[in-house]
């Protein structure tokens, strides 16, 4: 799957993106408490993205190996979905997301589009194969090498945000209506 | 002076011709334990949101915030009031330290310091202007 391993990398490099800049820099919802539901979603996605970057890139999945692979798919998409949804609630006390960061999010959605029909595109004839995972770069080592090391980061960000939701727990939200 | 200072929305005021900069919210008067909330840009895309809390009150000498959101570890400011020549002299004194993420010490020399100054310089200029707009519309008698 080489053209979803690119847009995969790419999609990795905007998410890093908002993560620091928009996230962290700007808003700094780790310690915003009106940000605890937001901060779920993104721990959730942590480990979703850590396993695309070491699959996607080095494996190729057959049968069901391919349908946990949409599975994971459509529960990014889900998590995805209600991010957006909780979005302006959790960021209503700054007054809303900055304009950069929903420029930012349309630019990721459509490469999350791209990449998921590429999937489908290459590999999507696999699902009616015999179930099996064969390593099987797809994608130049220093690319797989630069993958592994953005698996452990977003693996790192995810749990940032976990202990963010707990760490935040009891604190009272800042806007009146945050809940 | 000082009562122009005493009221957080008029730094809005005072920031007016400086779009990077926004008052989010503030209180109506400046009181121990009170927040005020501003948004600066920077790099014309990245805005940043740090809230304030207010620390020290002594009318009309001095009152200082901290920081208490935003990228940095410590940001202390301090403003002191004082009589100069028949006028007001103003001094701000600001400690700070970027998160070490963001920079630490040495990005808040390289990247806050020049445009910290650059900002006082501005808020400086519009002072005077205020004060003595202010000054030249005065009635006679007014106080």
Known sequence: MEVASYLLFVLGVLGAADIAMYHSVSHGIRNHPDSRAELITHSLRGPTYAVLFVLLPNFSLKGWWFGLLVIILIFDLLISLIDFALERKSRSFFNGLPSGEYVLHTVIAMVFGAMVSSVFYEGGRYFYHATSITYFPAVPEFLRAIFVVMAVLVLISGTQDAVAVLRLGGQPMRAPNAK | ?143
């Not at chain 2, 650059?118 to 106080?143: H, N, V, W």
Request: glycine share 10%; hydrophobic share 40%; aromatic share 14%.
């Open chain 2, 1 to 143: 002076m000082f009562s122009f200072f005493a009221c957080p929305g008029n730094l809005q005021v005072l920031m007016t011709g400086q779009p990077t900069f926004r008052m989010l919210r503030c209180g109506d008067s400046v009181q121990v334990g009170g927040q005020f909330w501003i948004e600066v840009t920077t790099a014309a895309v990245l805005p940043v949101v740090m809230g304030f809390q207010f620390t020290q009150y002594d009318a009309p000498n001095l009152f200082s915030e901290t920081l208490i959101h935003g990228p940095f570890q410590q940001f202390d400011h301090t403003h002191l009031f004082e009589n100069s020549g028949g006028g007001t002299l103003i001094r701000d004194t600001i400690s700070c330290r970027l998160k070490w993420p963001y920079g630490g010490e040495i990005g808040t020399r390289l990247m806050v310091a020049k445009s910290l100054h650059a900002m006082f310089a501005y808020r400086a200029t519009e002072l005077q202007q205020l004060a003595q707009s202010a000054f030249e519309f005065r009635k006679p008698g007014d106080i």
